[in-house]
């Protein structure tokens, strides 16, 4: 497709970039403004310049939750992208099956997420939950409320159901995009199945892994509502994330320290995205 | 049937039981009572949880104010999403790289980062536990969502079907409406199915911004939890709270995956 150059393509970008400058770009030099006071009302409010970077910097306390959220977001990458790219590599090609697919998968992502917990801890409800009873019944001891491996278990495993559909329909869509002349070229050259995944189905579908990546990997890493919903951040602050420490300052009126932390999220986050867009050009030159 | 296609059959089954298994719970219960009610005992099947909602005007009028603020920011996101898109699918302009950048910026700021100085801008003009406050926040993320989409969609279609439609003298908002939208109609299903689902999955904006009133669907939930909690009821808000999307669905199941194409 060529491009023609004109700038006054700007007037057409105009309406969605002044939403996106009152709803983004003023509350993110808000925030990065209050990073630099002392809160105690909007009204008195005193400049500690660094402080509280400074402190949040050299204390222990944020690599660890660093350090926790990583581990979650690469449980979760692990798991959903094999198992997302294996289940669209499934999708029968007939557009009813296929569709039947693809509706099913995409059910949990039109849960609200703050129902989520509620669903899953009420599989596992002593009295009356399928889940718990099942276990029971397997003499399986499951205790995601004091043992921190199962409360990993379970969080990767309600995330797995609340966003397996993104990864399933960005595959999927990657690979409907294949024209079926790499196929056929491939059929007469005698390549085998797992041949034509990894010289051509991978290869193709590497753009669009890539952008679900990047939201699984951001999303995972900044979990909020789910977590805790399940279980606080417990046992002992072993799933306590990044989000959530954010948001236990904020419920703290904290807001001077809660600030600076956005701003290092934020920083954090937009890094990441700018290494994937590096990685973006890479791989259309 | 191949052995191979047994196992796809019971891997497909598989999948069916882990996605739909924990719905299922969920709407066996809402279909429970499980707390004493008139004319009904505890554990007996009866709709009287859904009777229950369209009793209490809280939770009525939560439906009502998740709907508006869903639709209203659906239609705000379409009207300003679709000149952008276009104007990034047909033209080179100064900074059009950088634009990418930053619409995924905004797409992937997580909602908790923003939530404080939202909450005291929206303050300010005097958006709080207004439905409308929650459609404009929800554009943070559905604007760089809608591009995307509408962008690939727009880039399907042949350069020569603009200039046929200008050489007959349309301007740029009659062209929009008369040639463009139909002709991407999938495209524009398929980008209003995202918006309207992450308007209508979002709780840490819609949270904020309610402390007080105008609640959606989902906080209304939440303030069903008491000393007593009347679970079967909970489950059947909830149920009710998936029926748009589900319907959504079925509206867009063929289109669904198309136009996820990228351009960095």
């Known amino acids: 497709m060529t491009q023609r150059a004109d700038n006054r393509a700007w007037l057409l970008m105009l309406p969605a970039m002044s939403v996106l400058g009152i709803v983004g770009l003023v509350p993110l030099i808000a925030v990065f403004n209050y990073a630099f006071f002392d809160i105690f009302t909007l009204q008195s409010r005193f400049w500690v310049g660094t402080e509280w970077f400074a402190e949040l910097v050299g204390t222990p306390d944020l690599y660890a939750a660093l350090g926790r959220s990583v581990l979650f977001s690469a449980l979760v990458v692990l798991v959903q992208f094999p198992l997302g790219i294996a289940i669209a590599l499934m999708i029968p090609r007939g557009r009813l099956a296929g569709s039947l697919v693809l509706m099913l998968v995409a059910v949990p992502l039109v849960v609200p997420w703050n129902l989520i917990p509620m669903i899953w801890l009420n599989l596992l409800h002593p009295t009356y939950g399928t889940l718990a009873q099942l276990f029971d019944a397997i003499g399986f001891d499951f205790d995601y409320k004091f043992n921190a491996v199962h409360t990993y278990a379970l969080l990767v495993t309600v995330d797995t159901w609340h966003w397996i559909g993104l990864v399933v329909i960005l595959a999927y869509s990657g690979l409907s995009a294949i024209p079926p002349s790499y196929f056929q070229a491939a059929r007469i050259d005698g390549a085998s199945r797992a041949q034509v995944f990894w010289h051509i189905q991978l290869p193709k579908i590497r753009p669009v892994l890539l952008m679900a990546l990047l939201l699984r990997v951001i999303d995972s890493l900044m979990i909020y509502v789910e977590a805790f919903g399940i279980n606080a951040g417990g046992p002992m602050g072993a799933t306590a994330f990044l989000s959530l420490e954010l948001g236990e300052e904020i419920n703290a009126f904290n807001y001077g320290p809660a600030a600076a932390r956005s701003v290092l999220y934020f920083l954090l986050v937009l890094s990441v995205a700018w290494l994937f867009r590096v990685a973006m050009q890479r791989e259309t030159q | ?264």
């Open chain 2, 1 to 264: 049937m191949t052995v191979r296609g047994l196992l796809r059959a019971l891997a497909f089954l598989a999948l069916a039981v882990f996605i739909i298994g924990p719905l299922v719970q969920a709407i066996v219960l809402s279909l429970t009572v499980t707390l004493p009610h008139p004319g009904v005992s505890v554990g007996d099947w009866s709709l009287v949880n859904y009777r229950n909602i369209f009793a209490s005007p809280a939770l009525v009028a939560s439906l009502g104010n998740s709907l508006t603020y869903v639709t209203a920011n659906v239609m705000l996101t379409l009207v300003v999403a679709l000149p952008a898109a276009y104007a990034l699918s047909r033209y080179r302009f100064v900074g059009d790289r950088h634009v990418f950048l930053l619409l995924l910026a905004f797409r992937i700021t997580p909602p908790v980062v923003l939530s404080l100085p939202i909450f005291l801008l929206f303050a300010r003009l005097g958006l709080l536990n207004s439905p409308f406050g929650i459609a404009l926040v929800h554009c943070l993320f559905n604007i760089p969502i809608a591009i995307w989409i509408l962008e690939s969609f727009i880039s399907a279609v042949p350069r020569a079907f603009d200039e046929t439609a200008f050489l007959d003298g349309h301007s740029l908002p009659r062209f929009f409406v008369g040639h463009l939208l139909p002709v991407i109609a999938p495209g524009v299903g398929v980008a209003c199915f995202f918006c309207f689902i992450f308007s209508w999955v979002e709780v840490v904006f819609a949270r904020i911004l309610t402390s007080t009133g105008g609640k959606p669907i989902t906080m209304a939930i939440d303030a069903l939890f008491t000393f007593q909690t009347d679970i079967g009821l909970v489950m059947a808000m909830m149920v009710l709270s998936l029926v748009p999307g589900v319907a959504l669905i079925w509206f867009v199941r063929n289109h669904i995956a198309r136009g996820f194409q990228l351009r960095a």
